[in-house]
């Protein structure tokens, strides 16, 4: 049998499935009881509870580990799709360097807007100015943010790529179309108004805790970069909760 397969468990999917759980449990179990994950302490054993007292926090603790389980493995999957294509990401980050990356986007964007600008000086094809100027502004977006998850991804550990990376990435990916649709009265319907939908639900079935979506309603209109600054906002709690589902997936399946 080979490493692989007796890492998994031996069963394909379920035996990897089983196997990931035994790990999340053991860690779990680790939090407050010792040497509960087996084979990282094959040498003295996995501890084992005696007294009564011992064995109702135990088992106790542990059917809420099971429970936790229900929540976890999902977002453990959700990690490793996560770190796999993250990783292939970063293997052209590696190959391309910071310089080349970011010049990469660069070229793309701005190829892109000179196209643009070139069709709205082509009598067949109406293309308003400012919908140029707004390409040209999502191309600045986009390749500062690329540029900067670049840089975090390198010259930090995991902990700078969960805080830093990820978040301009999604930065990268959320916030050109804002811009542009800024820029581009043509734009609204399809990139704003979708926006204010989100914001308007957001507030009403997520942030209403602590009286916050009041708070906001009170403080800040959503009009002109408001918009911006709430992909900002939601770019940032995103990138952060995937690098925390990554940072699962490598508890329970190190990276090589």
Known sequence: MSTRSQRGGGGGLVGAIKADARRLHGAWM????????????????????ESLPQKVGYHGWSVLGVIGLLFLYPLTVLGLGTRFYAAKLDSTRTRLGIVGVTGVALLGWGLLTIAWG??????????????????????????????????????????????????????????????????????????LDPSYDFAVWALDNVLFVGGLSDYLRDNYTLEGPAYAAMWVGISFPLGWFLGTVVALANLVRPSQ
Do not use: C
């Open 30 to 49: 680790e939090i407050v009881f010792p040497r509960q994950r087996g084979r990282g302490h094959s040498v003295m054993g996995k501890w084992k509870p």
């Open 118 to 191: 070139a069709m709205s000086y082509m009598d067949q094809v109406e293309i308003p100015l400012e919908a140029v100027l707004a390409v040209a502004a999502a191309s600045g977006v986009a390749t500062v943010s690329t540029a900067l998850a670049a840089t975090f991804s390198k010259v930090g550990g995991r902990a700078t790529t969960a805080i830093l990376a990820y978040p301009f990435a999604m930065t990268a990916l959320f916030l050109p179309p804002v811009v542009a649709a800024l820029v581009t009265p043509s734009l609204h319907p399809y990139i």
